[in-house]
Each structure stands twice: as structure tokens, then as C-alpha cells.
Nanobody, 126 residues
């Protein structure tokens, strides 16, 4: 069993600002697993933001994230990160990290991920 804990959110950031979210894992090494970031805004469904394969050599982004958000990982630290630049009010949401199952499911769908953190709030003011 793996426990995922997100951090880096919780405050208020102005539009155009930056945040770096972290996802720390315990109970299992993340080294062999792809990881993803999803977000859920009030009244909306959870949506894909970004994902990274086990080595960090392949990255996948939602169109809304391309050019502004960057996913990375440090397997030695058992952690995954989401660097968020040029933030917009529409980025306001709870952000979740998740561990992808070891099968060949899509990186873009939440059903492919079997372990989730509790989320961290990101609020962007206009």
C-alpha cells in the first residue's frame, strides 16, 4: 500500500504567479510506476492535468497545462512535482497526485490510477 501526500498549495496566489506542488510517497517506491496530477474545481468533475512515466522520459499534458505546467519526478526522493507558472483563475482547484496502475491503461483517465492523495488546494485570484 502506498500513501501519497500533496503539498505546496493552501494559500492564495495572484494570476500570473507560480506555485510548485509536491507529492511525497511512503509505503512503496514510486520508481516503477507512472504518476499523474489531476484537479477538481468546485462543481466540476476531476480532470487530467499531467502525467509522467516511471523514468521521467515521457510526459503528458492536458491542453490547458501545456506551456505553463511542468511535471517532474525524483525517484531517489520518492516524489513527484508539478511546477505551475503563469497561473490563471481557472486553475483554481484541488490538485491530486495519483499512482498509475502497472497495466497499459491511458495516462489521461482517472480510472487508470489506483492510489490517490487527499489533494491540495490551489486558489488563483484575478
Amino acid at each position: 500500500q502506498v500513501q501519497l501526500v500533496e503539498s505546496g498549495g493552501g494559500g492564495l496566489v495572484q494570476a500570473g504567479g507560480s506555485l510548485r506542488l509536491s507529492c511525497a510517497a511512503s509505503g512503496r517506491t514510486l520508481r516503477n510506476y507512472a504518476m499523474g496530477w489531476f484537479r477538481q474545481a468546485p462543481g466540476k468533475e476531476r480532470e487530467f492535468v499531467a502525467a509522467i512515466n516511471w523514468s521521467g522520459g515521457r510526459k503528458y499534458y492536458a491542453d490547458s497545462a501545456k506551456g505553463r505546467l511542468t511535471i517532474s519526478r525524483d525517484n531517489a526522493k520518492n516524489a513527484v512535482y508539478l511546477q505551475m507558472n503563469s497561473l490563471k483563475p481557472e486553475d483554481t482547484a484541488v490538485y491530486f497526485c495519483a499512482q498509475k496502475r502497472a497495466d497499459s491503461g491511458s495516462y489521461y483517465t482517472s480510472g487508470s490510477y489506483d492510489y490517490w492523495g487527499q489533494g491540495t488546494q490551489v486558489t488563483v485570484s484575478s
